[in-house]
């Protein structure tokens, strides 16, 4: 036995309940971890309110974490008892003392990066590099508007995109995280709370607009993204943090030429390997400083409810759970 945080409804953070769950051995091509931490991302929040149905009742959630490898199935050879390993596994279960993975969801960790900061950046690091490399490849001379700049994903895919040689223009809420998205390299951060973006990324531009809009608002910033985006420019939806985006006419589209995407991670590195390489390059650029991220607030795993309450209030993060 082990525990774990169970959702047996849809609700607030007070449906996190500590509970006593079974845990297996491991099966062929699995591995049973002893987990040291453990992300929390905003994704846990749409499971927990219900917004994705994606989680069946009664479930224990969360996507990521890290551990230190306790026993091996039949067939896995990438990893062996005492290895230390993070992981992104779409079928939950993080949110325990220990479980069960497939080994083709794990990978090893580098020496320079602790266990809190890659249970913290794993999943963000591999959306960030997929965001910047795959989904809309940036090239030098790029006009890039990056929402929540100072966020989770947000100040990940700033960096990354002033390495590649874009111009980055943030948004962020308050005049800390503006100061902090200027601290990660965006060229200019607009207060969205007391300016209109969308304006201001045209003013800023001489009327071009921005080539992409990386956007994991949704709703309240569906709107001015379209507006802010250049001829033929790319709005890249990867979050709805303030609620998904109502049915739209696509015609809206067609006075810019402008395309916009949905995507979801895991659908582009579709094999092991190519998820181990992004998460090892990913791994690479933060233990080498030139990705960098602030220290995770540690909770224990019992008070995932109120790192839960933190990311709803748009509290400084990020946060991991520790068993």
């Not at 995109?161 to 874009?166: M, Q, R, S, T």
């Not at 409810?305 to 933190?310: G, L």
């Given at each position: 036995m ?5 959702i047996r ?9 500590m509970e006593?769950?079974a845990?297996s051995a491991p099966a062929?091509?699995?591995v ?14 749409y499971?927990r309110?219900g917004l994705?149905?994606?989680?069946a009742?009664p479930?224990?959630p969360?996507l990521?974490?890290?551990?230190v490898?306790?026993?091996?199935g039949?067939g ?6 005492g290895?230390?390993v993070g992981y992104i596994?779409a079928?939950?279960?993080a ?7 497939a080994a083709?969801?794990c990978?090893r960790l580098?020496?320079g990066?602790?266990?809190a ?8 690091g ?15 001379g ?14 990940l895919?700033?960096q990354w ?6 111009r980055?223009i ?5 005049p800390?995280?503006?100061?902090a998205?200027?601290g990660?390299?965006c ?5 969205y709370?007391?300016?209109d ?7 800023l ?5 921005a080539?992409?809009?990386y956007d994991?608002v949704g709703?309240d910033t569906f ?9 033929r420019g ?6 709805q943090?303030s609620?998904?985006?109502p049915?739209f006419d696509?015609?809206r589209l067609a006075?810019?030429s402008?395309?916009?995407?949905r ?7 579709p094999?092991?390997?190519?998820f181990r390489a992004v998460?090892t ?8 400083g ?8 540690a909770?224990?795993l019992?008070?995932a ?6 990311l709803e209030?748009r509290?400084a ?6 068993p």
């Open positions: 082990t525990r774990a945080i169970m409804e849809y609700g607030g953070p007070d449906v996190l309940r006593d769950v845990v062929a091509g699995e049973r971890l002893r987990q040291t931490a453990i992300g929390v991302n905003y994704h846990d929040v499971v309110s994705y149905r994606t989680l009742l479930g224990v969360g990521e974490g890290v551990g490898v306790e026993a091996v039949e896995v050879t990438a990893f062996a008892r290895d230390r596994q079928g939950y279960g949110y325990a003392e220990e479980r069960v993975v083709d969801s990978v580098p020496d990066v602790d266990d900061l890659a249970a913290a950046l794993l999943l963000k591999v959306t960030a590099s997929a965001l910047v490399h795959q989904v809309h490849p940036l090239h030098a790029d006009v890039v508007l990056v929402h929540a700049a100072a966020g989770g994903v947000g100040h895919l700033a995109a002033k390495l590649l040689g874009a980055v943030g948004t962020a809420g308050s800390e995280k503006v100061q998205a200027l990660y390299g060229d200019d951060v607009i207060p709370r007391e300016t973006f969308a304006e201001r990324v045209l003013e531009t001489g009327g071009k607009g080539n992409v809009v994991a709703r709107d001015g993204s379209l507006k802010a985006l250049a001829i790319h709005l890249v939806n990867y979050g943090a609620g998904p985006i049915p696509i015609s006075p810019k402008a395309s916009i995407t995507p979801g991670y895991s659908h582009y590195m094999t092991p390997e190519a998460a390059g990913f791994f690479a650029e933060l233990a080498a030139r990705l960098r991220a602030e220290p995770a607030t909770l224990p019992d008070r409810a109120q790192a839960h309450e933190a209030s509290a993060g990020p946060f991991v759970l520790v």
